[in-house]
């Protein structure tokens, strides 16, 4: 299983741009995906996960509200949505799978992809 994050780059203060994490997978079943971010400087930190079938979602509060998970399992794709995009939210975005299904939200992941870098500019 690969996962791939996409759609990383130069952000203006205030923009919206939509990450991808494209899952690929050649046996076994969709999981529930993650999105984590690092900052310069700063530990990797843990924002949003997505069930298997997008049926339960988890925000951590520091997204909550400016933030939207989702997934299309036709497209084998999960994306997040960012909105008000602040200089702050730069760093390396990475979405990984749920190593451990059967809890939610999910605490221990695995495949991870290899991040999109976000910058935003004020």
């Known amino acids: 299983v690969q996962l791939q994050a996409s759609g990383g780059g130069l952000v203006q203060a205030g923009g919206s741009p939509r990450l991808s994490c494209e899952v690929f997978?050649?046996?076994?079943?969709?999981?529930?995906v993650g999105w984590f971010r690092q900052g310069p400087g700063k530990e990797r930190e843990f924002m949003a996960a997505?069930?298997?079938?997008?049926?339960?979602?988890y925000y951590e509060d520091f997204v909550k509200g400016r933030f939207t998970i989702s997934r299309d399992n036709a497209k084998n794709t999960v994306y997040l949505q960012m909105n008000k995009l602040q200089p702050d939210d730069t760093g390396v975005y990475y979405c990984?799978?749920?190593?451990?299904?059967?809890?939610?939200?999910?605490?221990?992941?695995?495949?991870w992809g290899q991040g999109t870098l976000v910058t935003v500019s004020s």
């Open positions: 997978r050649n046996i076994g079943s969709p999981k529930a």
């Open positions: 997505v069930s298997w079938n997008g049926g339960r979602i």
């Open positions: 990984a799978e749920d190593a451990r299904p059967g809890g939610w939200p999910p605490r221990e992941f695995n495949n």
